[in-house]
T-cell receptor, first 117, second 112 residues
Framework: GAGVSQSPRYKVAKRGQDVALRCDPI?????LFWYQQALGQGPEFLTY????????KSGLPSDRFFAERPEGSVSTLKIQRTQQEDSAVYLC???????????????FGDGTRLSIL | GQQVMQIPQYQHVQEGEDFTTYCNSSTTLSNIQWYKQRPGGHPVFLIQLVKSGEVKKQKRLTFQFGEAKKNSSLHITATQTTDVGTYFCAGHRTGTASKLTFGTGTRLQVTL
């Protein structure tokens, strides 16, 4: 399809394990965002890429969280030494960025539901 | 940091009744976007407002952006069961092009 694709849809890991979450944005979208959504809450910004450059990582909760987008397309969010509080849905979104000074709508993937045991 | 609050947190209406959710930001926003998230789904973009005092309509939905660009509202006329979901406002603080801050959301339940 033409939407944002995320994999895996579900991930269960034991506390202390490393996990990697993948996002395949809409073709042509220069901007890519990662969000963390806890149950019953709104998405919380984690990080933002413009093409391959990570321009804002102010939302990453700790240095255990790392994101990359090496070729300006697919992005990976990695969480090292997972902890129970990392359990959440991780959403990826992409957009055309800013056009004429106006932020363009973000298109979200279905997310990865991460459960840490 | 920037906070975006929505009220009410939850509303249950009967089909045909109207519904309104209010969004308030602690800081001035350059724009406000509204998203709808169905249970088990992902946020879907509804609309964006950019100008102070702007009002936009989409069929039964009316969106407003406050004069001070710190608050917004979404009004649904004659709700239908297909309107069920959580409605989030989200805004960019003036001067930040990247970070979109989502509101706390209002969950709408519609019954026959």
């Amino acid at each position: 399809g033409a939407g944002v694709s995320q994999s895996p849809r579900y991930k269960v890991a034991k506390r202390g394990q490393d996990v990697a979450l993948r996002c395949d944005p809409i073709s042509g979208h220069v901007s890519l965002f990662w969000y963390q959504q806890a149950l019953g809450q709104g998405p919380e910004f984690l990080t933002y890429f413009q093409n391959e450059a990570q321009l804002d990582k102010s939302g990453l909760p700790s240095d255990r969280f790392f994101a990359e987008r090496p070729e300006g397309s697919v992005s990976t969010l990695k969480i090292q030494r997972t902890q129970q509080e990392d359990s959440a849905v991780y959403l990826c979104a992409s957009s055309f960025g800013t056009i004429g000074g106006v932020n363009q709508p973000q298109h979200f993937g279905d997310g990865t539901r991460l459960s840490i045991l | 940091g920037q906070q975006v609050m929505q009220i009410p947190q939850y509303q249950h209406v009967q089909e045909g009744e109207d519904f309104t959710t209010y969004c308030n930001s602690s800081t001035t926003l350059s724009n406000i976007q509204w998203y709808k998230q169905r249970p088990g789904g992902h946020p879907v973009f509804l609309i964006q407002l950019v100008k102070s005092g702007e009002v936009k309509k989409q069929k039964r939905l009316t969106f407003q952006f406050g004069e001070a660009k710190k608050n917004s509202s979404l009004h649904i006329t004659a709700t239908q069961t297909t309107d069920v979901g959580t409605y989030f406002c989200a805004g960019h603080r003036t001067g930040t092009a990247s970070k979109l801050t989502f509101g706390t959301g209002t969950r709408l339940q519609v019954t026959l």
